[in-house]
């Protein structure tokens, strides 16, 4: 969901803040003040600052990119039906569809980060914001499948620029805030879903697939038309040289949050060391729990999208029992049963944060996916519409409470020099999951639904005992 983010920027846990709360803000206000030869750099800055109105305005600006992008995922389970009355496509054909999103998103990643480190984050953000408004129009008008899947390819092709807003916001954010900003992130992915589901009961029943590919582009480009008024990271300035920059964009934070900016020179924040690698995650002391964490990345991801579009499946399934003769794809009713399942995100998101408080990230993992497999073995069994429906909403939630505790657990487990190449490598096996799933619950699930349903509940068991043999979370990781 999530962001499956290939340039991820390690945050620390969004739990456990209140006891840290007043002793954090101490610490920051020392570190900035207390300095003998007057320097500082962008960080110490930005804690001083702390959150305010400016970090408002940014949040709104990034979350309109998460939403676009959850909107983008929302609408693959809603086209593959589509196009079968439009075009008669094959289920692997429509399998397609979605698996060529998420390529175009994994060979897109590293074109994206060369791109932002070289001319800015906010730049490579203004050409996403563009090209992916233009592919989602470009594919609205699609005159054949081949047309289709090739648009598709470059929307994820776009979307792949979508860690590079994270990189902007947590270059913006007080230390002590970055993990709470993940939880508002999540929710505004879960609010990118819920929107797109209301859009297409709007549109779709008078507008069909088109209008609803077209639309689905507002908030981005909405981002597009406020991108203007996006601020460059003032740390992107700063580790490139460009101090006066730099010290512009401080002084507009420290204006906006009315705060007095910090007197004395700026100097660049240290960086970690350039010379850890990829195989590093591989050394003898992390490889096995390297191991796991690609693994249960990778199931989390095969599982979330998997339920996004066995969901629509079960409904398709449903309406050509009672219309046996007519191509039928989606009815109001389906609509608002989406609705109410893809809601189940945000008590998902929620009711994790409260777990995790009580039993710590490594046994939420588990204990979630435990509820995922019996979620998955009822669904095999119930028929009816309300124990369908039902049985969905647990299983969304909880998958949605998976990935956010997998995105704060991950960056503790490694050291600080290898957490955002860890990350990145979870990405990749998350991706790589995302791109699998299709082949599953579209392909598969047209042949027996059993067979299609028990794969989840088997990956979900295996995920739950890789959790089970990580290493425990580090409980002073701030």
Same mark, same amino acid.
């Given at each position: ?28 206000? *020392? ?14 800055? /930005? ?6 109105? $400016? ?12 939403? %676009?992008? %959850? ?39 590293? $074109? ?67 993990? *709470?900003? !993940? ?18 009961? /709007? ?11 077209? &639309?689905?582009?507002?908030?981005? &480009?909405?981002?597009?038309? &406020? ?30 949050? *009315? ?6 020179? &700026? ?85 994790? /944060?409260?777990?995790?408080?009580? +039993?710590?990230? *490594? ?18 069994? !119930? ?16 998958? %949605?409470?998976? +990935? ?75």
């Amino acid at each position: 969901m999530y962001y499956l983010n290939n340039d991820a920027v390690a945050v620390p846990s969004a739990v456990n803040f209140g006891q840290r709360e007043t002793h954090s803000s101490t610490l920051e206000l *020392k570190t900035v003040s207390i300095n003998p030869d007057d320097t500082f750099t962008v960080q110490q800055a /930005i804690n001083a600052f702390g959150f305010g109105w $400016f970090h408002v305005k940014l949040s709104l600006l990034v979350g309109l990119c998460w939403m %676009s992008d %959850s909107m983008e995922m929302a609408i693959l389970s809603i086209l593959g039906p589509a196009l079968f009355c439009e075009w008669n496509v094959t289920k692997l054909q429509q399998a397609s569809v979605t698996t060529i999103v998420f390529l175009g998103m994994m060979l897109s990643s590293s $074109f994206w980060t060369q791109l932002s480190n070289r001319y800015g984050r906010k730049s490579a953000l203004t050409l996403f914001g563009v090209l992916l408004v233009l592919y989602s129009i470009l594919s609205s008008v699609a005159p054949s499948y081949a047309w289709l899947l090739t648009l598709r390819g470059l929307v994820g092709f776009a979307i792949g620029c979508v860690p590079q807003s994270v990189t902007l916001y947590a270059e913006f954010l007080p230390t002590k805030h970055k993990g *709470k900003c !993940v939880v508002l992130m999540d929710c505004f992915w879960a609010l990118g879903a819920c929107f797109e589901v209301v859009l297409a009961l /709007i549109v779709y029943p008078y507008y069909g697939w088109r209008g609803l590919l077209g &639309l689905s582009a507002t908030p981005l &480009l909405l981002f597009t038309l &406020l991108s203007p008024w996006l601020s460059e990271s003032a740390r992107y300035y700063s580790s490139n040289g460009h101090s006066d920059k730099a010290i512009r964009v401080l002084e507009q934070i420290a204006h906006n949050n *009315k705060r007095h900016m910090l007197m004395g020179r &700026l100097i660049a924040d240290e960086e970690p060391s350039s010379t850890e690698s990829f195989r590093s995650l591989l050394s003898p002391s992390l490889y096995r729990t390297t191991l796991l964490l690609w693994f249960i990345w990778l199931a989390s991801a095969f599982c979330y999208y998997g339920l996004v579009l066995v969901t629509t499946e079960l409904l398709v399934a449903r309406n050509k029992e009672n219309n046996p003769n007519e191509c039928v794809t989606f009815m109001t009713s389906d609509f608002m049963d989406l609705l109410w399942i893809t809601l189940s995100e945000f008590p998902g998101i929620l009711m994790t /944060i409260k777990v995790i408080k009580l +039993f710590g990230k *490594k046994k939420t993992i588990v204990l979630q996916y435990l509820l995922l497999v019996m979620c998955t073995l009822v669904l095999m069994s !119930v028929n009816s519409r309300f124990s369908t429906s039902l049985t969905l909403f647990i299983a969304r939630g909880t998958i %949605s409470g998976i +990935f956010q505790a997998i995105y704060v657990y991950t960056p503790e487990i490694y050291p600080a020099a290898l957490r955002s190449v860890g990350v990145s490598g979870c990405s990749v096996l998350a991706r790589l999951g995302a791109m699998l799933t299709p082949f599953v619950a579209q392909v598969l699930m047209d042949t027996s639904k059993v067979q299609a349903i028990s794969t989840y509940a088997v990956v979900g068991l295996l995920a739950s005992v890789a959790c089970a043999f990580l290493p425990r979370e580090n409980l002073g990781y701030h």
